[in-house]
């Protein structure tokens, strides 16, 4: 019941986002499609970053349940790099442009980490 409702949920959200009056010009089917594609990276991106953490947390811990902790917490920090893509009225682009950048290179350092954990394993150490 929950996973199909987190379905229905992720295709129908954008469209009520649409509904509501924003920056998006509809009049140019560009703009229509790439702010849906970017809704829909947000949406997805979501889901399956607490997928990932739910079943490390499933997993009640040890090596395998770590590496997937971390691989979900870096996709969450990537998934914050690209919403702050976005971009917010108080800070100038570049300001923006630098904190995603910081993200990005946070979320590939704890993937990284996982990935050394994972390795770890199957090597035997």
């Known amino acids: 019941m929950t996973k199909t409702a987190i379905i229905i949920l992720s ?3 954008p469209g009520v986002l649409f509904a509501q009056e924003s920056f998006v010009d509809y009049s140019d089917t560009y703009s229509i499609l790439n702010m849906y594609s ?3 990276v947000i949406i ?10 739910v079943n490390a947390r499933k997993m009640s811990g040890g090596i395998f349940g770590d590496a997937l902790g971390y691989f979900g917490v870096g996709m969450l920090v990537m998934l914050a790099g690209i919403t702050v893509s976005l971009g917010v009225a108080i800070f ?3 300001t923006i442009g ?3 950048n910081m993200f990005y290179i ?3 350092i704890l993937m990284a980490i996982a990935a050394d954990k994972i390795r770890g394993i199957i090597q035997g150490k």
């Open 44 to 53: 997805i991106g979501g889901i399956t970053s607490i997928i990932v953490l």
């Open 98 to 100: 630098i904190i995603g």
């Open 11 to 13: 295709l129908f959200l």
């Open 92 to 94: 100038s682009k570049e």
């Open 106 to 108: 946070i979320g590939y």
């Open 38 to 40: 970017f809704l829909s």
